[in-house]
């Protein structure tokens, strides 16, 4: 269950239930498919539910009570999805093995949320910390980064944002750069915007791929119809990992945020996989990775000026761009390819169920 993601979402949809349904599981996936304008896959039972978005959440979590109650006797396990679905699972009886799956550091993603007053912050982040400890005594977790293993008090099994990796790419090309994921203003929707404009005379083109807050809409909408850059608006993650495919580099701008300083940016392992180099912000994580296969370019934050460089750099050396590309693409192959994490994954949720496959 989901009430906070797109029901196309990559890890949810096209890596965790994807490994449950080749492992001949079948999966009932309740998500906010009305009112995210899409349908349940095929190879999945799709319920809908109302979207948790911004300050209208309640809703949405006893929709997914409502369900939760209904669905006992009829699975052997749940998987949730949100922190607001530890409310729709609390104290029902009789229920099934609940698992959460910890995707952020959910306290250090409040400064993040424009619609939460700054006053409201400290104690809602006291009660997210009270309701993380709650639901490691009351359910099982798994987490989606090892650095969050610190915030709870027992060991739990890693699930790291990984993707799929092609047999084969092309190689980068030089004339198109690409930035999926998420648009925010912490994620660098400004910085990216201006790096379109400071390419636009050189011929290099910006394609933004990914779903954007309603705060960075308006100039995303603007600098579409200034003929600035090209946005997508969101994909399904199958679809927008081919855009990848032959551009000259891979943009990750997030700022110095908390809860981004000990997260793996998934965009960085996706850009490796499908062969073209990195440019990134110095956030821990991202530097560590790009520094170890030698995959990419490190700029500073919110310098977007560095960033027009780096690509244009990239651009006028085709050895450098091909053998950054390839040293990235050999790495996401050997140590951040799904397959490689799936089974432990199905068999941890089969062992929870007391099920096997």
Not at 31 to 47: D, E, N
Not at 233 to 243: G, H, Q, S, T
Not at 331 to 342: E, I, K, V
Request: with cysteine; hydrophobic share 40%.
């Amino acid at each position: 269950m989901t009430v906070v993601h797109h029901p196309e979402d990559a890890r949810i949809l096209h890596r965790q239930i994807r490994a449950l349904v080749d492992a001949g599981h079948e999966v009932t996936y309740a998500a906010p498919y009305t009112a995210r304008g899409v349908v349940p896959r095929s190879w999945v039972t799709g319920v809908d539910l109302p979207r948790a978005a911004e300050r209208r959440r309640l809703s949405a979590v006893r929709a997914a009570r409502k369900l939760f109650k209904s669905m006992r006797g009829k699975v052997d396990l749940a998987l949730i999805h949100d922190p607001e679905l530890l409310f729709a699972v609390a104290g029902v009886r009789k229920s099934p093995p609940v698992v959460w799956d910890v995707h952020e550091d959910t306290p250090a993603t409040l400064s993040l949320k424009p619609w939460l007053p700054a006053f409201l912050r400290p104690p809602t982040r006291f009660l997210a910390r009270l309701l993380e400890g709650t639901a490691e005594r009351r359910m099982h977790l798994l987490l989606a980064e090892a650095a969050y293993a610190g915030r709870f008090r027992q060991r739990h099994l890693v699930v790291p944002n990984e993707t799929w990796v092609p047999d084969s790419v092309s190689p980068p090309g030089d004339d198109r750069v690409v930035y999926l994921g998420w648009l925010s203003e912490a994620r660098g929707v400004q910085e990216a915007v201006e790096v379109a404009r400071l390419l636009q005379p050189h011929r290099v083109a910006v394609e933004l791929i990914g779903y954007a807050d309603p705060q960075s809409r308006p100039l995303l909408n603007e600098a579409v119809a200034q003929g600035v850059l090209e946005w997508r608006d969101f994909m399904p993650n199958d679809e927008a990992l081919k855009r990848l495919d032959g551009a000259l580099a891979g943009l990750s701008l997030l700022h110095d945020e908390p809860n981004y300083r000990h997260s793996m940016p998934t965009k960085i392992v996706e850009y490796m996989a499908h062969g073209i180099p990195v440019i990134t912000t110095p956030s821990p994580r991202a530097v560590e990775l790009v520094e170890r296969y030698q995959c990419g370019m490190v700029v500073p934050w919110r310098d977007p000026q560095a960033v027009a460089r780096a690509v244009l750099q990239l651009r006028d050396n085709p050895f450098e761009r091909r053998g950054t590309g390839g040293r990235g693409y050999a790495a996401a192959r050997a140590h951040h390819h799904w397959p490689n994490s799936a089974r432990r994954f199905v068999d941890q949720l089969e062992a929870w169920a007391g099920v096997k496959s």
